[in-house]
């Protein structure tokens, strides 16, 4: 099992918490909790213990304000060799503890400790996809989550119920939950069972090994009545661009010194910052968006592009995801369609063509597609009728064959997994790329497939073309990267965007009967005619995007 790995992981020192961190989230956590100096005991829990660097940090924190109180820790985790290292540290620096350690996996605790004051955590992090999907549909069940869900969010779930009222949480997770559709479930778990009190995105910075953009959050637990509205403190620190005038960059020692501050930031290791401090506004439904930082100055300009929207993309077409071959090496061709002696092949696009507003002049890529639609139910062609694609297919029947749920969920095996609609590859159709620092939509009128390395916006077949050309004008343009940052405020490492069918629907259309859309569908088709993407035409068009949405 995967999360036995993981273990062998955190004993190379992989994904344990950096002792700044440490410090950092427990300083925050008892910020916020109010302890009685009178004796008070303190019960805290680590479910993910590791070898204690948290448990230490925040013991650490109390002792600095509050000596008068008796602690009494708790512990979990599956490493026994961690688990006794834990215990050996923390008893060597402060012997007073109390320590209730246990060689267990939290999730499985049948009795976990109630009553609990602090929790604090950095809990496993492994995606769905490694995590599987039985193990997945599991966790949702057991801890009342919908959908896919990583292994953190039950850590969060659990921790929950372990916490008095008024007891204090502080979790170091992937920010992924904060913006993606599968962490809905989460979000409102924690918007109806706590208040949240401090959200620290620390992005792209690299604060682990690991490849995760790490987030902090603190929450304290609320026997909630009420469906309150509130604004939770946010703070954002993304990695930036060092090739600016280092003037304007503020010396610091390290990212930690940048939390809660606005600006540009320079590390003693000449690594370069950029952070903001705002809120996010959460309220009943807010778990339905994304939890990402805003300002008033943000709020406003929002406001006034929804006041400029007519419709979004959503209200008029639909997004979908290209294929997927689960065999690329069998159905995917790196060449014309002219240069296979195949029959059922088809033009292909993926990623490799991609470009603001055309296909740039890459070499065609074609895929052998053994789908087709009749009555608007998909079918898949008798290969008896195409030898040449039966031999080929069947040189790679074990492969094919062996792909189980195939089988299971009744198809041939020679099947692409994710077909997509056969019918809808002749139409009109703007493609994008999932990920890439600038948006890179362009239009396609060919008869092709999509490969899932692409997005691509399905139109019914009555849409206006207009309606089409200020769709590709509002996605290529810099006003489109204000509002995704304004908006959604997620990237990846790199300073990559996500362009993720959730925020795509999201895309502002100003009405088409503005003199500045009437200019941007004039400039559209002369550029789309020129089959020439002309730079200085792209300029004129962000202008008039610029303008018709301020």
């Given at each position: 099992?995967r999360?036995k790995n993981?273990?062998?992981e955190k004993n190379?020192?992989i994904v344990?918490?950096?002792?700044?961190?440490?410090?950092?989230?427990?300083?925050?956590i008892i910020?916020h909790?109010?302890?009685?100096?009178?004796?008070?005991?303190?019960?805290?829990?680590?479910?993910?213990?590791?070898e204690?660097e948290?448990a230490?940090?925040?013991i650490?924190?109390?002792?600095?304000?509050?000596t008068?109180?008796?602690?009494?820790?708790y512990g979990?985790?599956i490493?026994?060799l961690a688990?006794?290292?834990?215990?050996?540290?923390?008893?060597e620096i402060?012997?007073d503890v109390?320590?209730?350690?246990v060689?267990?996996?939290?999730?499985?605790?049948?009795?976990?400790p109630?009553d609990?004051?602090?929790?604090i955590?950095?809990?496993p992090?492994i995606?769905?996809?490694?995590?599987?999907?039985?193990?997945?549909?599991r966790?949702?069940?057991?801890?009342g989550?919908?959908?896919?869900?990583d292994?953190y969010y039950?850590?969060?779930?659990?921790?929950l119920?372990?916490l008095?009222?008024?007891?204090?949480?502080?979790?170091?997770?992937?920010?992924?939950?904060?913006t993606?559709n599968?962490g809905k479930?989460?979000?409102?778990?924690?918007?109806?069972?706590?208040?949240?009190?401090t959200?620290?995105?620390?992005?792209?910075?690299?604060i682990f090994?690991a490849?995760?953009?790490?987030?902090?959050?603190?929450?304290?637990?609320?026997?909630?009545?009420?469906?309150?509205?509130?604004?939770?403190?946010f703070?954002?620190i993304?990695?930036?661009?060092?090739?600016?005038?280092?003037n304007q960059?503020i010396?610091?020692?390290?990212?930690?010194?940048c939390?809660?501050?606005?600006?540009?930031?320079?590390?003693?290791?000449?690594?370069?910052?950029?952070?903001?401090?705002?809120?996010?506004v959460?309220?009943?439904?807010?778990?339905h968006e994304p939890?990402v930082?805003?300002?008033?100055?943000?709020?406003?300009?929002l406001?006034?592009?929804?006041?400029?929207t007519w419709?979004?993309?959503k209200?008029?077409?639909?997004?979908?995801?290209?294929?997927?071959?689960t065999?690329?090496n069998v159905f995917?061709?790196?060449?014309?369609l002219?240069?296979?002696?195949l029959?059922?092949?088809k033009?292909?696009?993926?990623h490799?063509n991609a470009?603001?507003?055309?296909?740039?002049?890459?070499?065609p890529?074609?895929?052998?597609?053994?789908?087709?639609e009749?009555?608007?139910?998909?079918?898949?062609?008798?290969?008896?009728?195409?030898?040449?694609?039966?031999?080929?297919?069947?040189k790679?029947?074990?492969?094919?064959?062996?792909?189980?749920y195939?089988k299971?969920a009744?198809?041939?095996w020679?099947?692409?997994?994710?077909?997509?609609?056969p019918?809808?590859?002749?139409?009109r159709?703007?493609?994008?790329?999932?990920?890439?620092?600038?948006?890179?939509?362009?239009?396609?009128t060919?008869?092709?497939?999509?490969?899932g390395?692409?997005y691509?916006?399905?139109?019914?077949?009555?849409?206006d073309?207009d309606?089409?050309y200020l769709?590709l004008?509002?996605a290529n343009s810099?006003?489109i990267?204000?509002?995704?940052?304004?908006k959604?405020?997620t990237?990846?490492?790199?300073s990559?965007?996500?362009f993720?069918?959730?925020y795509v629907?999201?895309f502002?259309?100003?009405d088409?009967?503005?003199?500045e859309?009437r200019q941007?569908?004039r400039?559209?088709?002369?550029?789309?005619?020129s089959?020439?993407?002309?730079?200085?035409i792209?300029?004129?068009?962000?202008?008039?995007?610029?303008?018709?949405?301020s």
């Amino acid at each position: 099992m995967r999360y036995k790995n993981l273990a062998k992981e955190k004993n190379k020192g992989i994904v344990y918490t950096p002792t700044v961190m440490a410090h950092y989230i427990a300083d925050e956590i008892i910020s916020h909790y109010p302890m009685d100096k009178t004796g008070q005991v303190i019960k805290i829990l680590d479910p993910a213990l590791g070898e204690g660097e948290l448990a230490l940090a925040v013991i650490t924190a109390i002792k600095a304000s509050y000596t008068g109180n008796k602690i009494s820790l708790y512990g979990y985790d599956i490493d026994p060799l961690a688990v006794e290292k834990s215990k050996k540290r923390i008893r060597e620096i402060f012997p007073d503890v109390e320590i209730n350690f246990v060689v267990k996996d939290f999730l499985n605790e049948e009795t976990p400790p109630a009553d609990i004051d602090i929790v604090i955590a950095n809990p496993p992090y492994i995606r769905t996809q490694i995590l599987g999907e039985n193990t997945s549909k599991r966790l949702s069940e057991k801890f009342g989550l919908k959908g896919k869900v990583d292994i953190y969010y039950a850590f969060f779930v659990l921790s929950l119920e372990t916490l008095k009222n008024g007891g204090v949480a502080g979790f170091i997770t992937s920010n992924k939950f904060l913006t993606i559709n599968s962490g809905k479930s989460l979000r409102s778990c924690l918007y109806k069972n706590a208040q949240i009190l401090t959200i620290s995105d620390f992005g792209d910075t690299r604060i682990f090994n690991a490849a995760v953009l790490p987030c902090v959050t603190v929450f304290k637990k609320t026997d909630k009545t009420l469906n309150e509205t509130y604004r939770a403190k946010f703070n954002s620190i993304y990695l930036s661009d060092s090739s600016s005038n280092d003037n304007q960059f503020i010396s610091v020692d390290s990212v930690y010194d940048c939390i809660g501050r606005d600006g540009s930031f320079i590390d003693k290791n000449s690594v370069c910052y950029k952070a903001k401090t705002g809120y996010t506004v959460l309220s009943a439904e807010s778990f339905h968006e994304p939890w990402v930082i805003t300002t008033s100055s943000q709020e406003k300009w929002l406001d006034k592009v929804e006041a400029n929207t007519w419709h979004t993309f959503k209200d008029v077409s639909k997004v979908r995801v290209g294929i997927k071959t689960t065999a690329d090496n069998v159905f995917l061709f790196d060449r014309d369609l002219s240069t296979v002696d195949l029959e059922l092949m088809k033009p292909l696009i993926t990623h490799r063509n991609a470009q603001c507003y055309l296909p740039n002049n890459s070499k065609p890529w074609s895929v052998l597609y053994p789908h087709y639609e009749k009555n608007g139910k998909r079918l898949t062609y008798d290969l008896e009728q195409f030898p040449k694609a039966k031999s080929y297919l069947l040189k790679h029947f074990e492969q094919l064959d062996g792909r189980k749920y195939v089988k299971k969920a009744n198809r041939a095996w020679y099947e692409i997994w994710v077909p997509q609609k056969p019918s809808l590859w002749s139409h009109r159709k703007i493609v994008f790329r999932d990920i890439s620092e600038y948006p890179e939509f362009w239009f396609v009128t060919e008869d092709a497939v999509i490969n899932g390395d692409c997005y691509w916006i399905e139109f019914p077949e009555d849409t206006d073309d207009d309606i089409i050309y200020l769709m590709l004008a509002v996605a290529n343009s810099r006003f489109i990267i204000d509002f995704y940052d304004k908006k959604f405020n997620t990237k990846l490492y790199s300073s990559k965007r996500r362009f993720m069918s959730q925020y795509v629907e999201q895309f502002p259309i100003p009405d088409k009967n503005r003199d500045e859309s009437r200019q941007i569908i004039r400039l559209v088709k002369t550029l789309l005619d020129s089959h020439t993407l002309d730079w200085e035409i792209k300029k004129q068009i962000d202008l008039q995007v610029e303008s018709v949405f301020s």
